[in-house]
């Protein structure tokens, strides 16, 4: 049994870790504990965003590695320890019996060398699933330069991997992070990619990453601009076919003079959510939103500040714009626009009934007309006084862990 204080450095270590959503897999109960849901499994979050219910641990936080922004990196003073297969498997399934937990995000330094790191992950997911028969959701990462066919087999047991990026250039990486390159991130991933799509197509038994694939960047601790980083989340999600990019701001947990000092905010971190949601849902193409080598808007959200760079689109009519039209309205979104294309078939629409769409009109009215009435702004630097004023003023992180559609609930009334 793993003692409690090698439970606290291990779990403490795992903290900065953010890309472990519980979403997406329909793994069902086998005659063992637990199921994994399409709606996600977990129900609890902390105030940052991180689920309650979801066992996030390292199997070790002894790396061998040195990336300069990493608190577990080898030459860091820190208390270090290291767990078996078998205690992970009877720590999940005890925690899970109390009803502490419904999932697993289980991920590690790299210790001794990658492939008895991804061998040991391997050998812990093999035997929650055949052993202790678990059937609950599990999350592992992926070990960069672990060999392939390890990946493979730890693959057929998850429900969802992850390769963080970490960085978005390869300059970065070379820099801060030189044991790892992009030879060792992303073809890994468009292999697990290129496999989920043959076992799917094939439609064999059991399963393979049926939550997909995740990745982590984070913002800040490099000199890349937003439009990088929006423009490699769009290569990644086209290319690769990832369910969700996260994004981490750089926190200093260790100095280093290749650093900064300061830690990146989370106003940055928040209007790149905002700008990866675009993307995934509205129709956006990164061009649009940030230029190349440019930064998003610390004022304004990405669909605001887009609008406001083409007010020549607009105002548009409410009850005859196509949808594609309606989801690049500030104070619209997906939920709204739907409701407004169904509803016009029936009736001619007015801001009274968009009010009742729950649209937000103090910031749509300046982009549309019901009925050819007008109650907006024609000024465009009024309007951009009066949507930074209706800002809110601390940035709030979206949550992580939610569905698409409750996720799309809370960000329509933004967007």
């Not at 790396?63 to 270090?80: F, G, Q, T, V």
């Not at 990619?193 to 049926?210: M, N, S, T, W, Y």
């Not at 940035?395 to 809370?410: G, K, N, P, R, Y």
Request: proline residues 5%.
């Amino acid at each position: 049994m793993i003692s409690e204080e090698r439970l606290h450095i291990l779990t403490e270590s795992a903290k900065f870790d953010v890309s472990c959503s519980s979403s997406g897999s329909k793994r069902k109960n086998e005659g063992g504990m637990g199921n994994g849901y399409a709606s996600g499994c977990c129900h609890s979050f902390t105030p940052d965003g991180r689920c309650i219910s979801l066992l996030k641990i390292l199997l070790s936080n002894d790396c061998i590695y040195r990336c300069k922004y990493c608190m577990n990196r080898a030459d860091s003073d820190i208390p270090r320890a290291t767990a078996t297969p078998d205690e992970i498997c009877e720590l999940v399934c005890n925690f899970y019996k109390r009803n502490y937990i419904e999932g697993l995000f289980l991920s590690s330094a790299v210790f001794c060398s990658p492939d008895h790191t991804m061998e040991q992950l391997f050998l812990t997911v093999k035997k929650l699933r055949e052993e202790y028969n678990f059937h609950g959701y599990i999350h592992v990462k992926g070990i960069p330069h672990a060999d392939e066919r390890l990946v493979r087999e730890t693959a057929l047991y998850a429900d969802r991997m992850s390769y963080n990026i970490e960085l978005p250039s390869e300059q970065s990486l070379k820099l801060l992070a030189p044991q790892k390159s992009r030879e060792s991130l992303l073809p890994p991933m468009l292999h697990l990619q290129r496999d989920r799509e043959i076992f799917r197509a094939e439609k064999r038994k059991g399963h393979f990453l049926p939550a997909g694939q995740t990745t982590q960047m984070i913002v800040g601790a490099s000199p890349e601009s937003d439009g990088t980083i929006v423009r490699l989340s769009q290569s990644l999600y086209r290319n690769v076919g990832l369910k969700r990019v996260y994004y981490s701001s750089y926190v200093p947990v260790v100095h280093d003079s290749l650093l900064p000092e300061n830690p990146a905010g989370e106003r940055r971190e928040h209007r790149l959510y905002q700008a990866d949601w675009l993307l995934r849902f509205y129709g956006f193409e990164a061009e649009e939103l940030v230029p190349e080598g440019g930064n998003l808007s610390a004022e304004l959200d990405p669909k605001c500040d887009w609008a406001l760079r083409n007010m020549h689109l607009f105002p548009v009519e409410v009850n005859s714009a196509p949808l594609e039209t309606l989801l690049r309205v500030p104070g619209i979104g997906a939920r709204s626009a739907y409701k407004i294309t169904e509803a016009r078939r029936y009736t001619n629409l007015t801001f009274e009934s968009l009010k009742k769409m729950r649209v937000v009109l103090k910031r749509a009215r300046h982009f549309i007309t019901a009925g050819g009435k007008f109650y907006g702004t024609d000024s465009p630097a009024a309007v951009r006084e009066l949507l930074i004023a209706g800002e809110p003023r601390d940035a709030v992180q979206l949550s992580m862990f939610s569905d698409i559609e409750t996720a799309h609930s809370a960000l329509t009334g933004e967007l």
